[in-house]
């Protein structure tokens, strides 16, 4: 496969397609990122306003965005299984966009943990179905990479993290809404994974004879969520948020927010597409971690770099949503490749 195709796999749309090519057949399964981006960032403000004392109005407006986006994405999905069943079933053997397949699940699982709360009964629910989906999905996709000739080295991405290192998600509301069992089970697979792959993927996005094309750069910010929610659900594991493993997953997951961020100029010269979304998930997992550790630690230095965090990743994913709500609206979503 060329980088070309892997970056059209990635589900940009280009906005010179023609209309007529507008097709559910063409909808790209990466959309499920909106309900972790939105969700995310609900965990971030449910987090600050717990530490800070903060109004919790911005938390349940992004849970309500987070659970429409579910609704509206996932309807459409199972609409795409219904009418277009050779192309879903296509999407899931493509090398590269059947990583982002488990998306589905993780955002069961962020949605459960925001709406914990709010509706503990239907948390737990999504809880289960995400967790336990999950794990099936992890083994899935790894049955699929021990088993398949055509993935090569070009079609290893960032994105590669979601099957796998998805499961360190799952701690997040287990004590109070699932299994912390199934927890460590899970967080364990997460931990293990993360550490085996990360050698690989830092290889593919700094060794330039295999460099991610343009389109697919905005992916090397899920570096930051593995680190960044494993410290959380450490925390939520074992009760400690400031001893050395999170000081020591909290200082990964903000050395990759420190390279994001040194490569925005690169970054904001790629124009707008559904990639972008890959930004928000993990600068929300981060900013949360950002905060669990300005609660730990009472030094100022702390809460400034949160709240630098918080107000970034806010923007940020307002900016994407309506991006997306706009080129939505103008038909350059469900393009072909």
Not at 245 to 263: G, K, P, Y
Not at 296 to 325: K, W
Request: charged share 10%; aromatic share 10%; with cysteine.
């Amino acid at each position: 496969m060329s980088e070309t195709s892997a970056a059209a796999a990635a589900g940009a749309g280009a906005p010179a397609a023609a209309a007529g090519g507008h097709s559910l057949a063409h909808l790209p399964v990466t959309l499920f990122s909106t309900v972790m981006g939105l969700g995310g960032v609900s965990l971030a403000w449910r987090r600050a306003a717990h530490v800070w004392g903060v109004p919790e109005w911005p938390a349940l407006l992004f849970l309500g965005l987070a659970a429409l986006a579910f609704v509206v994405v996932g309807g459409a999905y199972a609409t795409k299984w219904v009418r277009f069943p050779a192309a879903a079933r296509a999407e899931l053997r493509h090398p590269i966009r059947m990583t982002f397949v488990p998306t589905i699940t993780v955002s069961l699982l962020v949605l459960a943990t925001a709406g914990q709360s709010v509706a503990p009964g239907v948390a737990s629910v999504l809880w289960w179905v995400g967790a336990v989906g999950h794990l099936v999905a992890t083994f899935a996709v790894i049955t699929e990479w021990f088993g398949r000739a055509d993935i090569v080295h070009t079609s290893v991405t960032p994105a590669w993290f979601i099957p796998v290192v998805g499961n360190v998600v799952t701690p997040l509301a287990a004590a109070e809404i699932g299994s912390v069992e199934l927890a460590w089970f899970s967080f364990g697979i997460g931990v293990v994974f993360w550490l085996g792959l990360l050698p690989l993927l830092l290889q593919r996005v700094l060794v330039h004879d295999a460099a991610l094309p343009g389109k697919l750069l905005p992916t090397i910010a899920i570096f930051i969520a593995p680190p960044a929610v494993a410290m959380l659900s450490w925390a939520a594991l074992t009760g400690e948020a400031g001893d050395p493993v999170s000081r020591v997953l909290w200082a990964a997951a903000m050395a990759f927010v420190l390279v994001l961020v040194a490569q925005v100029g690169r970054l904001h010269a790629i124009p707008f597409a559904l990639p972008y979304w890959a930004y928000t998930f993990p600068l929300a997992a981060g900013t949360a971690a950002a905060i669990a550790m300005a609660a730990a630690q009472p030094q100022v230095a702390y809460d400034v770099i949160a709240v630098t965090l918080l107000t970034a990743t806010t923007l940020l994913v307002l900016y994407v949503l309506v991006m997306t709500v706009r080129a939505a609206a103008r038909r350059q979503i469900c393009l072909p490749e």
